[in-house]
């Protein structure tokens, strides 16, 4: 089945480290990829998407995305993190199958920045 | 450019009762999108149009309703809520169905149903 997973529901780290959020995906062909974020209280809105061309995305804020075709990966990162970006952040795909196309989102790991 | 309203923004309702989620986007998004947000669950789609006058299930349809009158409206109905129910509405719109198209959500719905 074709599916998103992101490793940990909760991910911490300290003001100024680096921020790797991880999403695999499972489908027989290479899907178009997305990160979403989502402040408290607030909608998703899109970060940053990978769809042909160059494997390295950037994005807003910051963040970047690597797609790795050999690993079904997409994960998330950023080199420095401020308090700002603490959010719930969402992996999303979209599949072709059965003749339409299908958005799957992950579960979404909260991102905790400590002073 | 609002993008992407939702009305009301918190709602209680009891159990048996109906109500209508508005949604309204104003950038001439032919697909628009209904999701729930449940912890741990991610986003799950209830329903989705990908014009006017066209509509499908989703995922989680059972107890919702929708309709697509014109192209900037997309509501969502509670036939008769449970708690169940109680969970954190999207709607989301986008140019289309899904491929190289994000999606443009809106700020959501917090309903509790008692």
């Known amino acids: 089945a074709q599916s998103v997973t992101q490793l940990g529901s909760h991910v911490s780290v300290s003001e100024g480290a680096l921020v790797l959020l991880r999403c695999n995906y499972s489908?027989?062909?290479?899907?178009?990829l997305f990160w979403y974020v989502q402040y408290p209280n607030q909608g998703l809105q899109l970060l940053l998407k990978?769809?042909?061309?160059?494997?390295l995305v950037k994005g807003i804020n910051g963040f970047e995305a690597e797609f790795k075709k050999s690993e079904t990966s997409f994960h998330l990162t950023k080199p420095s993190a401020h308090m700002s970006d603490a959010a719930e952040y969402f992996c999303a795909v979209s599949l072709y199958t059965s003749g339409t196309y299908k958005y799957i989102f992950g579960t979404g790991t909260r991102l905790k920045v400590l002073a | 450019n609002a993008g992407v309203t939702q009305t009301p923004k918190f709602q209680v309702l009891k159990t048996g009762q109906s109500m209508t989620l508005q949604c309204a986007q104003d950038?001439?998004?032919?697909?628009m999108s209904w999701y729930r947000q449940d912890p741990g669950m991610g986003l799950r789609l209830i329903h989705y149009s990908v014009g006017a006058g066209i509509t499908d299930q989703g995922e989680v349809p059972n107890g919702y309703n929708v309709s697509r009158s014109t192209t900037e409206d997309f509501p969502l109905r509670l036939l008769s809520a449970a708690p169940s129910q109680t969970s954190v509405y999207f709607c989301?719109?986008?140019w289309g169905a899904g491929g190289t198209y994000e999606q443009y959500f809106g700020p959501g719905t917090r309903l509790t149903v008692t």
């Open positions: 489908s027989s062909v290479p899907p178009y």
């Open positions: 989301a719109s986008s």
């Open positions: 950038m001439n998004h032919e697909y």
């Open positions: 990978y769809t042909t061309g160059a494997t």
